[in-house]
């Protein structure tokens, strides 16, 4: 059993309470008056047929010495919801009755996002979009040192200040069609339909996937994303001791062995570390990607924030050598208290490596290797305090993107 108690802000997603030998899992609210309105609900989900959670089917407002109780099992998804009042303390006491585990089905892999190699545009896109010192190739020396210093680094004004008004503008001017990015133990957002971009949003997104970028990026970071990228024996790779781990890890996928249990109070389903030391059979192309050298790559989408959004650290996914980046747009007056922030954390670790804000036209490089977990903070109602000094915003968007060597 423990206590806990939930105060304005505080929020427990989406996840399942599966671990081994819980069977019921039960909650005694010790709460003043209480009604919806005030968040902290308990929401119990739906599942569909791969026993994901889909939407919320039933809400329980938490009163005054009742007791809760639910069969623990693999479509045991609920959520406490965000608790709205700034003054009303949401204390309960919960725990689990153990006993022999149930049978479980097979773990769900999502199937994976497609990556693309760069798309053929020369040097000139980078002249009509990004802030001439970056193409400096002194200052790129400078910043390939730092990111092999750091593993990352905050690329400030990245794209030229008209550009990056013209995408500001595009995007708050609307027509972009969004849709839902779930399922709710895995992330909660919005990205946008790409046939459905105004011209420069699309040239934006093609801007990240041009050969010139993937050229620029190689300078930035000393990774190899374009043939013609000289390749640095003993550079990055020692640094990060990609080979290395590339190679011992290259039997298990660097998922085995994941002692890794989720701490902080937004990690998803805590049954991580039985999952993935029961899987079997690797991802289709996980297999693939272990063939021999390979065409650089990358998968990206715009992607909009705003109030209850947030992605999840779960157990299914993969780990594998990445560049992040990520370019903030819209982000006046965000406060990292909102949230919206993306974390890194080390596997089996609790410490955060590293925190991502959210800051205007500022682009984050970040190299991470199979240790590496992230995920985006949950967008709470604090954030609603950004249209109180910018009546027109709520949220940010963001471009993110992944490249793989
Ligand atoms: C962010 O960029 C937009 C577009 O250039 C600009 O209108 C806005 O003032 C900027 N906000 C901040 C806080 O720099
Ligand atoms: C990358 O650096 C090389 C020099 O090492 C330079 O010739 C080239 O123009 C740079 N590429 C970009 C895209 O800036
Ligand atoms: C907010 O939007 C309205 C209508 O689109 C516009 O008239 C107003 O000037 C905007 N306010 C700010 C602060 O940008």
């Given amino acids: ?242 080979e290395a781990a590339s190679a011992s890890d290259s039997t298990d996928e660097g998922t085995s062995g994941s002692s890794f249990e989720p701490q902080d109070s937004q990690a998803a389903s805590s049954s991580s570390s039985r999952r993935s030391s029961e899987r079997t059979d690797p991802e289709p192309e996980e297999q693939e990607a272990e063939k021999g050298p390979s065409i650089p790559t990358c998968q990206g989408e715009l992607r909009r924030w705003k109030t209850g959004h947030y992605t999840l650290i779960h157990d299914n996914g993969k780990t594998e050598f990445a560049l992040d980046l990520i370019l903030y747009c819209g982000c006046e007056g965000w406060e990292p208290e909102y949230g919206g922030f993306t974390s890194y954390i080390a596997k089996g670790e609790d410490e955060e490596l590293l925190t991502v804000n959210p800051e205007n036209n500022s682009l984050a490089l970040v190299y991470r290797d199979r240790e590496t977990l992230k995920f985006v903070k949950h967008i709470n109602h604090r954030s609603l305090e950004q249209k109180k000094t910018f009546p027109n915003r709520t949220g940010f968007w963001d471009f993110s993107f992944v490249y793989y060597e």
């Avoid at 010495?65 to 009303?88: C, D, G, I, M």
């Avoid at 190899?224 to 640094?239: I, N, V």
């Fill in 1 to 242: 059993m423990s206590c806990a108690k939930y105060e304005f802000s505080d929020a427990l997603l989406c996840h399942d309470d599966e671990l081994e030998g819980r069977r019921i899992a039960f909650i005694l609210y010790l709460v003043p008056p209480w009604d919806g309105s005030l968040g902290g609900t308990l929401d119990l989900y739906s599942v569909d047929e791969y026993c994901q959670p889909k939407q919320i089917v039933k809400s329980l407002t938490p009163s005054w010495n009742t007791l809760v109780f639910f069969e623990v099992s693999p479509v045991s998804f609920h959520q406490v919801s965000e608790v709205l009042s700034e003054e009303k303390s949401r204390l309960s006491i919960s725990g689990w009755f153990h006993g022999p585990s149930l049978a479980r089905p097979p773990a769900y892999f999502e199937p994976p996002v497609p990556r693309s190699p760069h798309v053929p545009q020369d040097h000139e896109v980078l002249c009509e979009w990004i802030n001439p010192t970056y193409l400096d190739v002194g200052h790129q020396i400078q910043i390939q040192e730092e990111f092999e210093e750091q593993s990352e680094i905050l690329l400030k004004d990245f794209l030229q200040p008209e550009k990056f008004a013209e995408v500001c503008e595009a995007l708050e001017k609307g027509g972009v069609k969004w849709s839902s990015r779930g399922p709710p133990n895995k992330r909660f957002y919005e990205r946008a339909e790409e046939s459905t971009l105004p011209d420069v949003l699309r040239d934006c997104m093609r801007l990240f996937r041009s050969e010139a970028l993937f050229l620029l990026l190689s300078n930035f970071t000393g990774l190899r994303l374009h043939f013609l990228a000289p390749s640095e024996e003993g550079g990055m790779e020692d640094t990060a001791e990609g």
